[in-house]
């Protein structure tokens, strides 16, 4: 069975336990196989970064899709509650749609979390992209915008308290700083990030395999 | 397998159909049950098996909640459709939704951006997947009010068919889904009539009158 929804998720070098925690998230959470890719500035055909190495290329997305299907993309910051499948009914039941983003007041937050009708975004070539004089975090590539609930894209510490959220985006940091330590949903991305960590023991996990006389001698 | 369809007391005429299309499923199919899908106060269609009911809401919304909701083998069909044969080898084969195309070639060709949006009629539907409808009633949801209140579920099912994300069976149109261009039509017997659109209503209370006369 195809799953029609890929996930792109940027990546920051230095802080590579972002991607990790907000990947596992997306996989735990997903109710199929999910496709999900690391967007790392030396694997693409651009050069460009802003603050972060992927500002820019996020809006490879589509490209990197083979413009067919839809793809999401979330910023590294990001922890996902929910199953990222719940997403496709936006670009079916609006298919002239080119790209769906929570419509936040702080505009630059809005391409943190998008949505993609990959074949409607066929101008979003490699060249194009590269191109410094394109401002594509104001999404005039396209005049097809469509919106999704705030819910999947929740800015902590922008947006009032929401149990329900199922996106949220830890847009002032990821809680391993002191600063940033007691944001909404920090013991949540922690659990994810701990986890990721963890192991159960040698014995539990390889105690009947066939390397464990080789690893005892 | 069973049978249902989708009817409620806003469509007056339907009962008239209904009772012909269930009296057409006992002749073929005996011992089939047959359902009604319908909103918390419309009458049942007399001889039928069993009534489903979800509060009332746009057409498309009810309607595929109503086929999201029950498990199974299912035909679902609209009520002016006549079933003359045995479908029940359908589900012999594996698949989560079964349609039919446009294969009507004895019927002057639609607007070709319609039959691009939605290159199949879900008049008639096999179905063992009721996530699949779940899907369906999700973007019907989203759909704007006049979508919902005719036929976005149909527009939402070919939409989720193109994805490929289910697994489907593509039926003759022309076998399963044959809508006449007069009554009574030619020696070709198709298995399943579907008097779609509001000048073969005329041929299917032709057709009703004619074989009640003749019972």
């Known amino acids: 069975m195809k799953v029609p929804l890929s996930v792109y998720i940027g990546y920051d070098s230095r802080q590579p336990i972002a991607h990790a925690v907000a990947a596992e998230s997306v996989a735990v959470h997903a109710t199929r196989p999910v496709p999900i890719t690391s967007l790392r500035l030396n694997q693409l055909p ?17 490209y990197l899709s083979g413009f067919t299907g839809y793809s999401l993309y979330l910023d590294s910051d990001t922890l996902c509650r929910a199953d990222v499948l719940d997403l496709l009914p936006y670009p079916i039941a609006y298919p002239e749609t080119a790209v769906f983003v929570v419509p936040h007041k702080l505009s630059f937050e809005r391409p943190s979390v998008m949505l993609f009708n990959n074949a409607k975004c066929r101008m979003l070539t490699p060249d194009y992209v590269q191109d410094s004089r394109n401002g594509l975090a104001n999404l005039s590539w396209t005049p097809d915008i469509g919106s999704i609930p705030p ?49 159960v023991s040698f014995q539990e996990l390889m105690g009947k395999s066939v390397h464990v006389q080789k690893v005892i001698q | 397998m069973n049978v249902g369809f989708y009817l409620t007391s806003g469509d007056a005429p339907g009962y008239v159909y209904a009772d012909a299309l ?15 899908f319908t909103d918390m106060t419309s009458p049942s269609v007399w001889g039928i098996d069993a009534t489903h009911r979800l509060p009332a809401g746009p057409l498309s919304m009810l309607r595929s909640a109503h086929y999201a909701s029950v498990e199974g083998e299912w035909l679902f069909l609209d009520t002016d459709c006549i079933v003359q044969r045995d479908v029940r080898d359908v589900f012999d084969e594996s698949f989560d939704v079964a349609v039919t195309d446009r294969n009507w070639p004895h019927v002057p060709p639609l607007d070709e951006s319609f039959t691009a949006s939605m290159p199949f009629c879900a008049g008639v539907v096999f179905s063992r997947s009721p996530r699949f409808w779940e899907g369906v009633n999700r973007i019907v949801s989203l759909m704007p009010e006049k979508d919902q209140n005719w036929f976005g579920d149909q527009r939402a099912m070919c939409r989720l068919l193109a994805t490929g994300s289910y697994a489907f069976k593509i039926l003759d149109g022309s076998v399963y889904q044959y809508p006449p261009e007069s009554d009574p039509f030619d020696a070709y017997s198709p298995v399943i009539v579907h008097y779609k659109g509001l000048e073969r209503k005329k041929y299917l209370m032709s057709r009703i009158h004619r074989e009640l006369a003749l019972a």
Do not use: C
Not at chain 1, 152 to 174: C, E, M, Q, R, S
Not at chain 1, 184 to 194: I, R
């Open chain 1, 151 to 199: 819910a999947w894209n929740h800015l902590v510490g922008y947006d009032l308290p929401n149990p329900a959220a199922k996106i949220v985006h830890f847009t002032k940091g990821i809680p391993v700083w002191p600063e940033t330590k007691d944001s909404e949903f920090s013991a949540e991305w922690w659990a994810v990030a701990n986890r990721l960590g963890s192991s």
């Open chain 1, 46 to 62: 651009i050069t460009r970064r802003g603050l972060t190495e992927f500002t820019y290329s996020r809006y490879l997305v589509p």
């Open chain 2, 22 to 36: 269930v009296r057409s499923v006992r002749a073929v199919m005996p011992g089939v049950p047959v359902h009604q």
